[in-house]
């Protein structure tokens, strides 16, 4: 008997979650046959075929092996964007969203009083953070920095794909290493790698597919955020906001750096799941 190869019959036989295979099949559909998500429903009789046949099973047992969806179809959303992303950059998180909201309102609060903010993302990844912010306050200036050129080349890819390329200035460097001297932001954002290096979670979920020194410092998580605090004054305008993304149990540690540092109006901001993620203060 020849097997059943329809859609219906190969999503209702799959193993991986329901929403998984969904997005996957979706994936496969676009590409080999041009065909909207929405043929899931309107035409689940369609049998694949041949190389659609094939990338299928590949993509399913990719993804039962661990492989994260994002990396499987290439791309991820987040904020008001979707961004190109490959195993070279972190998937972006909905936590970091947090981040883009606070310099948001930073942003906001400037109108009438600077004409073009400038705006720093520190270890940009797939520029994530630098893009939500150039697409969505569009009179802002941002520069957006990382250590490693494949980050750097596919975040120069997303400003292209998403029309932002004249927006935003991108320089490879270690945190300010990357910055010529006499620059001054209104705001610098990072989400810096910051789990400490025996954490077991660096061996679970999609994080053992993404880039090492991306997620951690190698260290005790808190060496990168130390560094970006600690460096701040040098390139905050007074009354600059500093906003940085951590770990949930770090933002005693976090608050007490940026107190060593000399900043005031010191917050602490809570994510969706309620954890504390972020910590903002002002020069
Ligand atoms: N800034 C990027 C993001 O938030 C990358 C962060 C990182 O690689 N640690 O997704």
């Given at each position: 008997?020849?097997?059943d ?55 399913e047992?990719r ?14 959303g ?13 998937i ?30 520190l ?32 975040a ?20 300010y290493?990357?910055?010529?001297e ?65 770990g ?18 010191i ?7 309620y ?5 903002s203060?002002?020069?």
């Open positions: 008997m020849n097997k190869l329809s859609l219906r019959s190969l999503l209702g036989s799959t193993s991986l979650p329901r929403n998984e295979a969904y997005i996957l099949m979706a994936y496969v559909l676009n590409k080999h046959y041009q065909l909207p998500r929405s043929t899931l429903v309107s035409r689940d009789e369609m049998e694949l075929d041949g190389l659609a046949l094939e990338e299928w099973q590949s993509l047992s993804r039962l092996n661990g492989e994260p969806v994002a990396y499987l179809i290439g791309k991820r987040f904020h008001n964007i979707e961004l190109q992303v490959a195993p070279g950059v972190l972006p998180r909905p936590e970091t969203e947090l981040l883009v909201d606070i310099a948001l309102q930073e942003i906001k609060r400037l109108e009438g009083k600077v004409k073009h903010p400038n705006i720093l993302d270890g940009t990844g797939s520029g994530a953070i630098a893009l939500s912010i150039a697409n969505e306050a569009s009179h802002t200036q941002v520069i957006a920095t990382d250590q490693s050129t494949e980050a750097l080349s596919i120069k890819l997303n400003a292209k794909f998403l029309g932002l390329e004249t927006r935003i200035e991108f320089a490879q460097g270690s945190w290493e990357a910055l010529k006499d620059v001054m932001f209104d705001v610098i954002l990072s989400n810096p790698p910051y789990i400490a290096n025996q954490d077991p979670h660096l061996n679970q979920g999609d994080l053992r597919f993404e880039p090492i020194d991306a997620l951690t410092d190698h260290s005790t998580g808190l060496s990168c955020l130390e560094a970006i605090i600690i460096g701040c004054p040098m390139h905050l305008k007074p009354g600059g906001l500093i906003a940085v993304e951590h949930f149990d770090q933002s005693d540690a976090v608050v007490g750096l940026m107190k060593t540092a000399g900043l005031v109006d917050q602490v901001h809570r994510d969706l799941a954890h504390p993620r972020v910590v203060a002002r020069k």
